[in-house]
């Protein structure tokens, strides 16, 4: 069964970091670009991140740039983002996603694989 599996959510305070993990299972994700999403209370699930799976590229949406940074390691089938400097409207339910193509990721559409998300909740 495949699987990705988020971990490292938490309540922490303005201004402090996070760091999320996402596990690969059942398959290798190592030819897949991997990326973030987030879906706040009441609002649409929007696309946080990505990486290409070759030499990697980055790709961030405009309000989180300069203050999280997404990594991988294929050798471990996970994938990371580093969140700094955190704002309370940054609370969500953080999501990874595995998809071939890194532009599907970043139009948020036809995903293939999905987690079932971590809870991140910042407070000032």
């Known amino acids: 069964q495949v699987q990705l599996v988020e971990s490292g959510g938490g309540l922490v305070q303005a201004g402090g970091s996070l760091r999320l993990s996402c596990a690969g299972s059942?398959?290798?994700?190592?030819?897949?670009?991997m990326g973030w999403f987030r879906q706040a209370p009441g609002k649409e699930r929007e696309f946080v991140a990505a990486?290409?799976?070759?030499?990697?590229?980055?790709y961030y949406t405009d309000s989180v740039k300069g203050r999280f940074t997404i990594s991988r390691d294929n050798a471990k089938n996970t994938v990371y983002l580093q969140m700094n400097s955190l704002k309370p409207e940054d609370t969500a339910v953080y999501y990874c996603?595995?998809?071939?193509?890194?532009?599907?990721?970043?139009?948020?559409?036809?995903?293939?694989?999905w987690g079932k998300g971590t809870l991140v909740t910042v407070f000032s």
């Open positions: 996603a595995a998809d071939s193509s890194v532009g599907r990721l970043r139009a948020n559409y036809g995903i293939d694989f």
């Open positions: 059942g398959r290798t994700f190592s030819s897949d670009a």
């Open positions: 990486i290409s799976w070759s030499v990697p590229i980055t």
